[in-house]
């Protein structure tokens, strides 16, 4: 085994490939929480293939979160059992959804070392646990990767599903160790420790060698020629920023791979580099290529053979490229925008200057709060992460059809429904009758076959399929709650960076048609919400301010949509006629009494506006500390809230919750303080896109008061003590 990573240039294990993997050899469940290109994978191939070698009824499970990283790690198996003669029966075996029937019914036979994901686990490993009761039997090791992808409703779901499969190893007489890998992100020991709800050490020192890798941070210029909503300035977009900055980046001779958010804007990219480079330098033009999801097997492996050789200069990509390939030798990363998390920055960021080279990374920031914010404050990427990574295993939305699979797989007795704290959901379902209580037990009633309802990935309180009209072709699906937004008649509905236009949403049959087109525009859907608090929750008073985490019911009515060109220039608004939605769920508010804000200069009139624009503002910033996405958030303002005072409310988009609010919450001090440094940021002068404007405003952006944001928040912050969240 020693001989086999020699072979591949590896003389002695990093130090935390040592740490980690002398842990897990111990018995230890531990997270791997280093940097990219820091060799993760060695940390756990170590403690798996010594136990695959030393016991020949050994069985190892490798999970991951998207199928390209499975299979890059599948080859990698493949190569080091092919290089042991000692390992020839261990048989590394992808098990997904598109391995053929014989394939599975070889991994479930005849492997050693299974590589799957958490929706095959959830779907054939437990459902039918006793077909597969030798792998369960034997199961000494279970290696997550990317652990920091499993966030909100996903984490939460994916949680229990390991709980689960750790309570089924059990019942065999089998108690594995656990190894995660993660990217770099605040408490992954904690994060890890949620995931299975054990214990878990966290190894965090990275010990690779690392060459120097400068940051720049790029804010494109404000345009004159285009205005957007209610004349706010637009700025020039990150991709034809990005197009440019890649372009002169090769011609100064640097190996380039640029991320950009869909699968068009990799073509457009791609395109306007060379389009520059024909001006420029016409003998490096036919340099640069687009890489995306999608592309046929023998193409991609053409793109990086391309770059691996250094025939290919500059490369525009999805975030396929995020996981899963080793790409060495690049000199230079180009982010058209924030990926979302601090975690997915470095991840891409770290494609560069791999193997410990030196390497260039550039930031284009986006119109949007939380772009702004970090092209101004440097240090919240670069210094220690407060992102944290968000599950919330326990709510009971979620909790419900988990412990029903559960009880189907085994029956559960008190003690385990206690520690998971459902409790009162298991007694929900007793009174429901999908289970039944005998014996200090649960039992699942007769005829409850709850796996194939469970969509692990997916959100909870029903699904409306997305189906192309023409050929019948399931795209995707979409929460109920969320299709009155995302899939109303005429939305723009992206598929893998393909481009469609919504023909029809049905609720009642749990449809919506489509058809491909790209009219070169996007759309965003106008909500009104409003908002009811349902319970006490959690608040803290600091003089004319309270900070609370609260129950709440949140009722949106899409009332139409804004079609804006690419560019930022407003077309036009479009009034559609959808049917309410009503979301329980949980929400982070603060209350401020309205002497206070006079006495801070906001007058009564500007009270709304003031609010409003804060409340925009603290949406685009809440991904800074929560692992989430915008879209997974809402909010709400109103001048005449609970008992009558102003208030700012910004609530989780799922039933139940996902864990955002209360983070922000827990992290209100850091979350607010750079929401007003965000506003204090942008240099147009009453508010944009990059600060206070949303594009999913039911009220049309108005009023909106950028400087009454900033007094609202700075007299928020002043209240707030220091032993405060």
Not at 658 to 671: I, K, L, Y
């Amino acid at each position: 085994m020693v001989d086999a990573f020699a072979d591949r240039g590896i003389s002695s294990p990093w130090s935390h490939q040592a740490e980690a993997a002398e842990l897990a050899y111990a018995g230890r469940h531990v997270v791997i929480g280093t940097g990219p290109a820091s060799g993760k994978s060695l940390a756990y191939q170590l403690p798996v293939l010594n136990a695959l070698a030393t016991d020949s009824r050994a069985r190892a499970l490798y999970l991951s979160p998207t199928k390209a990283l499975g299979h890059d790690q599948l080859r990698a198996a493949h190569a080091l059992a092919a290089a042991v003669p000692r390992l020839a029966d261990v048989a590394p075996t992808a098990y997904d959804g598109d391995s053929p029937d014989e394939v599975r019914r070889f991994a479930r036979e005849r492997s050693r070392w299974l590589f799957s994901n958490p929706e095959m686990t959830h779907l054939s490993v437990l459902r039918n646990h006793a077909r597969w009761a030798v792998l369960l039997r034997n199961l000494r090791f279970v290696i997550v990767d990317e652990c920091h992808y499993y966030r909100g409703v996903f984490g939460s779901n994916v949680a229990m599903v390991l709980r689960r499969l750790l309570r089924l190893c059990a019942r065999y007489s089998a108690h594995p160790t656990v190894i995660f890998a993660s990217a770099t992100t605040a408490s992954p020991g904690a994060t890890a420790a949620d995931l299975i709800g054990q214990p878990v050490v966290e190894v965090t020192e990275d010990g690779s060698p690392r060459g120097a890798r400068t940051v720049a941070l790029w804010e494109p210029a404000l345009r004159s020629d285009v205005i957007g909503e209610h004349g706010a300035p637009v700025r020039r977009s990150a991709g034809a920023e990005a197009a440019r900055v890649m372009a002169d980046l090769i011609v100064e001779g640097a190996q380039t791979l640029t991320f950009v958010r869909s699968r068009r804007a990799a073509e457009l990219t791609a395109l306007g580099a060379r389009a520059r480079l024909v001006d420029i330098a016409p003998e490096l033009s036919d340099t640069v290529a687009s890489y995306r999801a999608g592309y046929l097997a023998e193409d991609r492996s053409a793109l990086h053979q391309a770059l691996a050789e250094g025939q290919l200069r500059g490369l525009a990509t999805t975030n396929a490229l995020e996981l899963g390939v080793d790409i060495a030798g690049l000199d230079a990363v180009v982010l058209a925008g924030f990926p979302g998390t601090v975690a997915s920055f470095w991840q891409q960021a770290g494609r560069s200057g791999r193997r410990g080279q030196g390497a260039l990374v550039v930031l284009i920031a986006r119109d949007d709060p939380l772009d702004t914010y970090l092209v101004h404050h440097p240090a919240a990427l670069l210094d220690k992460p407060v992102e944290r990574v968000v599950i919330d295993p326990v709510n009971p939305h979620l909790l419900g059809p988990q412990l029903l699979c559960a009880a189907t797989e085994l029956p559960l007795d008190d003690a385990e429904v206690r520690s998971w704290g459902a409790v009162e959901v298991a007694e929900s379902l007793v009174d429901d009758g999908l289970l039944r209580r005998r014996n200090g037990r649960y039992f699942p009633a007769p005829g409850v076959k709850p796996h194939a309802a469970v969509d692990v990935r997916g959100a909870i309180g029903g699904q409306i399929v997305i189906v192309e009209a023409g050929t019948g072709r399931l795209l995707g699906s979409v929460g109920v709650g969320q299709a009155p937004a995302a899939a109303h008649p005429g939305a723009v509905y992206l598929h893998q960076g393909e481009t469609y236009v919504v023909d029809s949403l049905d609720f009642q049959d749990g449809i919506a048609f489509v058809h491909a087109e790209d009219p070169g525009y996007a759309t965003f859907a106008r909500e009104v919400t409003d908002i009811a608090v349902t319970g006490t929750g959690e608040r803290l008073v600091f003089g004319p301010v309270a900070l609370g985490l609260v129950p709440v019911t949140v009722t949106n009515h899409v009332v139409g949509y804004l079609r804006r060109q690419l560019s930022g220039e407003v077309l036009d608004f479009v009034e559609l006629d959808m049917p309410e939605h009503t979301l329980p769920t949980t929400a982070v508010m603060y209350t401020i009494t309205s002497d206070a804000l006079v006495r801070s200069g906001i007058e009564a009139t500007r009270i709304p506006g003031s609010l409003h624009a804060a409340e925009h503002a603290a949406i685009g910033l809440l991904p800074l500390v929560a692992s989430c996405d915008r879209g997974d958030i809402g909010g709400m303002s109103t001048a005449t809230g609970p008992e009558g005072l102003p208030s700012v409310f910004v609530y989780d988009g799922y039933p139940g919750g996902a864990g955002f609010a209360e983070r922000g919450f827990r992290r209100a001090r850091t979350w607010l303080g750079a929401t007003a440094e965000a506003i204090e940021a942008c240099e147009c002068p009453s508010g944009c896109p990059s600060c206070v404007q949303s594009p999913k405003c039911g009220n049309g952006n108005d009023p909106l008061d950028k400087a009454g944001a900033v007094r609202v928040l700075r007299l928020v912050l002043a209240e707030l003590s220091e032993e405060s969240p």
